[in-house]
């Protein structure tokens, strides 16, 4: 439906989109998993037809945005990551005055609106001044604004930075229904991977201006398949205790924190000799878990970094 090739933005000496190739089929929620100045939101102004890319192109149905980008903006709704509302208006005005944008006829708009401030939890705050709204509530009615001509794409740039935990989570859930229940495509960024672990089905890692990994969620955390992750916890801790882990032939990586340790490794059969090495360095073991590998693990094992640093 929406294919991205070659996607290239420079910025003078910045080179913060660097070849970035994407696509999205109609109906899936796609993430854009990346850390802060990684590249998104200047992807997404590329791709929401907002600035021109130095490179690369932008395709819809099959046809090139780039030069006629008319099309792909009635397409998309884009729910930017700075606020765009007039806060002097009521949240219903708002929507009006963004909605006659679309030379949406006055009825149907009536009619988008009411049904759209119920779906984002706003209808009786709809005669409120947005002055007077949370930053999750303006939030909602942002995103709100994007749906109003229906769009086909839904593009959200971080859409739950600096909002309190209920309107994340209305969000979160909102944006899952739209596309399970109305077959929506989504573009989702973030940098908080559990969102986009819930809300999307495939994603791309970006960072520094290049997709560094893309597929399923399984597929990208299936690029540590070998590894696991295994949490040790222990009475006290002990430097002959994890210099045996450390000298192990099979265990990568050893952190220490007060009663606990987590190692990398790729054996499967690791229990007994974690219980030998405790037992013969007299460490008291009060347990052991072992994790599947997250997407921030992937994110560090990718980079050497955390996505939130
Ligand atoms: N208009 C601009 N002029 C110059 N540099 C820019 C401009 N817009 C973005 N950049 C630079 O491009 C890089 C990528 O920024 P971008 O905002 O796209 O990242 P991001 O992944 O969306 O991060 P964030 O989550 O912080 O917005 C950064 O180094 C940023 O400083």
Known sequence: MLEVVNLTKRFKQIEAVKSVNLYLEKGESVGLLGPNGAGKSTAISMISTLIKPTEGDVLYVGENMVQHPKKLRLAIGLVPQDLALFPQLTAED??????????????????????????????????????????????????????????????????????????RSFILKMVRKLQREEQMTILYTSHYMEEVEYVCDRLYIMDRGSIIAAGTKDEVKGILRTEQSISIQVSHTSPLFEERLKAHPN????????????????????????????????VKLLGIQVKPPSLEDVFLHLTGRKLRD
Do not use: C, W
């Not at 009006?96 to 009619?111: A, H, I, N, V």
């Not at 005669?127 to 593009?155: C, E, T």
């Not at 690791?270 to 013969?280: G, K, P, S, V």
């Open 94 to 167: 708002n929507m009006f005055f963004f909605g006659k944008m679309y030379d949406l006829p006055s009825k149907e708009l009536k009619k988008r609106v009411e049904e759209i401030l119920i779906e984002v939890g706003l209808d009786e705050r709809k005669k409120d001044k947005v002055k007077s709204f949370s930053g999750g509530m303006k939030r909602r009615l942002n995103i709100a604004i994007a749906l109003i001509h229906k769009p086909q794409i839904l593009i959200m740039d971080e859409p739950t930075v600096g909002i309190d935990p209920q309107s």
């Open 251 to 282: 265990i990568t990586s050893v952190a220490a924190e007060p009663n606990q340790y987590t190692i990398v490794t790729h054996q499967d059969e690791l229990f007994d000799e974690i219980f030998n090495m405790a037992n013969e360095t007299s």
